[in-house]
């Protein structure tokens, strides 16, 4: 086997430590041991890596990591070439201000880490360590999303390296199917080393904190949440938990508000009033208000960071916080909690974003399939151990399906799950829908080899 040289660097397992690091993932789960990591510095050393793996007998698979924060094992691969991004990862606001180019390896950290000092706002992830690629190719639901809509909604280019070494500009005028189809299909298409985004002036201040419900409040808790959505508007949100933690691990309902233009706390103030002074008190509260995204996404890095490793993360969509649905869904996770310690500290996440605007654009603009207003939810299974890993995957797998069918139900559609949050083995019908014909076209003409092969399978069409 010949060697792979690029300019960046090549690891491989008698790297240890190195290599180590270079194939961990968010969750233990999503890791797999690659043959080799490459990190390339230019993107010439990208398209010699694509050289290299077709000249292998056979050819050897290739996987592309941006944060490595997704659930599934895409960004890893077992026996084959990881393509890290982690060193391509620059950030440029644009003179006039109005845009911002990142590389294909920028975590969101990266990105609010320059914006923050220039006052600006782009539609991101409420957590730093989500990569912008992975988020980005599949949707990117964020705090912004109020106001400005999805993260593609705001996507004005892209630079792709594509399976036959091609390097091409992505825009609505320049190859726009491809540029449709990286607007929500996925990481299928080609390698993506720079995204363009929309910038805006900053939001900020944010109002941001937690608020804490005992379970035994959670029918009423439901009752105050319907009201308050009924006057919320796209400057505040919230992402509502339920969870257990040390040292009581009874069940709570957690309550992470983010506000917008919150000058001096004033309208976190009059906006979360219904929570802190209504009919139900919070056992506790901490609210602050910060200055910017960065600080709002180092927020949950406490609790993170003392979480297991060992995640099974799953989503999916809902087309309303209905009381029958949360309520099914807290029972199932009571009890599961309940009964087995080395997963007690699963949660089950729910994301109170105004979704009127994500709806403002039509479905046929970009591939994601969902442009009826919705909200997205997550089930996070945690387990400390491997022997309770596949109660927490099932438990994760359990939850998304209940709430699909249920909501369906309740609603009258079938919204089915999202690539950012899919576990990887949901039937690629069920996430890109009508979709899916017109990604294969898509597929066919930028990678009729199927050389992408790591995410949700969309056969080149053959037609
Ligand atoms: C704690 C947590 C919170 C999250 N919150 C949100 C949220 O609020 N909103 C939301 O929409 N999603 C959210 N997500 C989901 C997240 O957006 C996806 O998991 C996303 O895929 C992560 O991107 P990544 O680059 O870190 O992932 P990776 O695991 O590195 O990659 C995911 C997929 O994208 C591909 N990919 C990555 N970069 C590139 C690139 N430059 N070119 C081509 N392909 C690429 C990979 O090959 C892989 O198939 C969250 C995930 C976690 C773990």
Redesign the pocket.
Known sequence: MSKLVIQGTVLTPEDGDAYAAAIR???DL?QLPAKLVAQPVTYTDVVDIIAYAKSQTPPIEV??????????T???SDGGIVVD?SKLKDVTVLTDKKSVVVQ??A?WGDVYEVLSKEELDVVG???W???????????????LSGTHG??IDNLLSAT?ILADGRIVEASANSEPELFWA?RGG????????E?TFKLYPSSGPYGTGVIVYPGDEMENVIKVIQGWKAGQTPFERFTINFSRSAPHWKPSIVMLPWVAHDENGERSKTVLKPFLDGPIKPVFQRLATVPNMLVVSHG?DAS?GTAPRR?S?R?TLFSDFFPELLLGVWQRWVEFTEGNEDVRSSTVIW?LTSPKKLAEINVADTALKTRVPHY?M?V?GRSTTDASTPTANDFAKSITSYVREKNATLSGTDLGF????AGGDEPPETVFGEQLPRLRRAKARYDPGNF?T??FPIEPARD
């Open positions: 993932r968010n969750s999503s996987a592309v990591k941006g944060g490595g924060a997704h659930p599934a895409w960004a890893s991004l294909g390896g975590l992830s409420p957590l360590f989500v990569g912008v690629g992975g988020y980005t190719l599949g949707g990117g639901y964020g705090p999805l993260a792709v990286i996925g990481g299928q298409f080609g390698l993506v080393v995204f949950a993170l995640l993360i989503g994301d997205w997550v996070q999202f690539v950012n949050m992408w790591k995410g």
